[in-house]
T-cell receptor
Framework: DGGITQSPKYLFRKEGQNVTLSCEQN?????MYWYRQDPGQGLRLIYY???????QKGDIAEGYSVSREKKESFPLTVTSAQKNPTAFYLC?????????FGSGTQLSVL | AQSVAQPEDQVNVAEGNPLTVKCTYS??????LFWYVQYPNRGLQFLLK??????LVKGSYGFEAEFNKSQTSFHLKKPSALVSDSALYFC????????????FGAGTRLTVKP
């Protein structure tokens, strides 16, 4: 099946720990995105990548990092600098006109 | 920069009745407008989009949306609601050239009661 796979579905972070969220797509899309979803706030852009080995900060990049070593993969690391990491994280890829979303990762703090 | 507003946090309708979920937008130039639906603990699913052409856009699952340039609105509609339509609905807008500046509304929770 073609699509975007996010893992894990649920993730727990301890104080001071970095955690990495996985996002893999087999849609052959060049562009990929990470969004954060908080209740009542819609989606906010964290990072995006238009092409392999290139990525740009979105609106709320502080405390996060990404890499784009392969076209299919765009992992997001939530660092210890992110003081309020509890949220639902969505990965997406796009054609020129449309975004396609993964099923999300719920990150919580222990 | 573009933005969208969804003025209602919650919309409740009875099954079989028509439903409307409201969205207004702000963008310089011509807008690309989208509606997405989200079921619990899932990603967003595309419903429909307006880029150009007819003001009435038909999408998935019997939904449609009407683009109104003078009122800067893009309301989502369905003639007869189903209980299974209950979900969180997001309106989104972006400019002409790329998805990097896609902006989402805060979402409207639709509840359809039997």
């Amino acid at each position: 099946d073609g699509g975007i796979t996010q893992s894990p579905k649920y993730l727990f972070r301890k104080e001071g720990q970095n955690v990495t969220l996985s996002c893999e797509q087999n849609l052959n899309h060049d562009a990929m995105y990470w969004y954060r979803q908080d209740p009542g706030q819609g989606l906010r852009l964290i990072y995006y990548s238009q092409i392999v080995n290139d990525f740009q900060k979105g609106d709320i990049a502080e405390g996060y990092s990404v890499s784009r070593e392969k076209k299919e993969s765009f992992p997001l690391t939530v660092t210890s600098a992110q003081k309020n990491p509890t949220a639902f994280y969505l990965c997406a890829s796009s054609t020129l006109s449309e975004l396609f979303f993964g099923s999300g990762t719920q990150l919580s703090v222990l | 920069a573009q933005s969208v507003a969804q003025p209602e946090d919650q919309v409740n309708v009875a099954e079989g009745n028509p439903l409307t979920v409201k969205c207004t937008y702000s963008v310089s130039g011509n807008p690309y407008l989208f509606w997405y639906v989200q079921y619990p603990n899932r990603g967003l699913q595309f419903l429909l989009k307006y880029i150009t052409g007819d003001n009435l856009v038909k999408g998935s699952y019997g939904f449609e949306a009407e683009f109104n340039k003078s009122q800067t609105s893009f309301h989502l509609k369905k003639p007869s609601a189903l209980v299974s339509d209950s979900a969180l609905y997001f309106c989104a807008v972006r400019g002409l050239y790329n998805n990097n500046d896609m902006r989402f509304g805060a979402g409207t929770r639709l509840t359809v009661k039997p």
